[in-house]
C-alpha cells in the first residue's frame, strides 16, 4: 500500500484547496479512507473519513460544512474538497486507510501529508 497526497499549497483565508490521496500500491476496496491533519506543535487530529463504499462520512465539527470528503474506487483515490478556508485550517494534512471507520487516529497505513497553509 503506498499513499500519496497532493494537492496542499498556499491559499488565502476564504479559499478553497482540493487535496487527492491516490494509492498506488496494493488495492484496498473494503478500507475506510480518513483525512487528519497536524498543525505546528499541535498532536494530529481528526478531519474526515469515508466508509469503503462512500456511503457513510463523518467530520471534526471544526470542518463540517466546509470540507467535503469524497473517494473513487475506480480510480484508487479519495479526495477532500476544502472551501472557506482559515488560517486555523493550516496544518500538514495526511490521507489514512483501515477496515474500520472511525474517528481515532491509529490507521493501518498512512500517506507522507501534504502542507496546506492559509494566510490571513
Known amino acids: 500500500v503506498q499513499l500519496q497526497a497532493s494537492g496542499g499549497g498556499l491559499v488565502q483565508a476564504g479559499g478553497s484547496l482540493r487535496l487527492s490521496c491516490a494509492n498506488s500500491?496494493?488495492?484496498?476496496?473494503?478500507?475506510?479512507m480518513g483525512w487528519f491533519r497536524q498543525a505546528p506543535g499541535k498532536e494530529r487530529e481528526f478531519v474526515a473519513a469515508?466508509?469503503?463504499?462512500?456511503?457513510?462520512?463523518i467530520y471534526a465539527d471544526s470542518v463540517k460544512g466546509r470540507f467535503t470528503i469524497s473517494r473513487d474506487n475506480a480510480e484508487n483515490t479519495v479526495y477532500l474538497q476544502m472551501n472557506s478556508l482559515k488560517p486555523e485550517d493550516t496544518a500538514v494534512y495526511y490521507c489514512?486507510?483501515?477496515?474500520?471507520?472511525?474517528?481515532?487516529?491509529?490507521?493501518?497505513?498512512w500517506g507522507q501529508g501534504t502542507l496546506v497553509t492559509v494566510s490571513s
Open positions: 489514512a486507510a483501515d477496515l474500520y471507520f472511525r474517528r481515532q487516529n491509529d490507521y493501518a497505513y
Open positions: 500500491g496494493r488495492t484496498l476496496p473494503n478500507y475506510a
Open positions: 469515508i466508509t469503503w463504499n462512500g456511503r457513510s462520512t
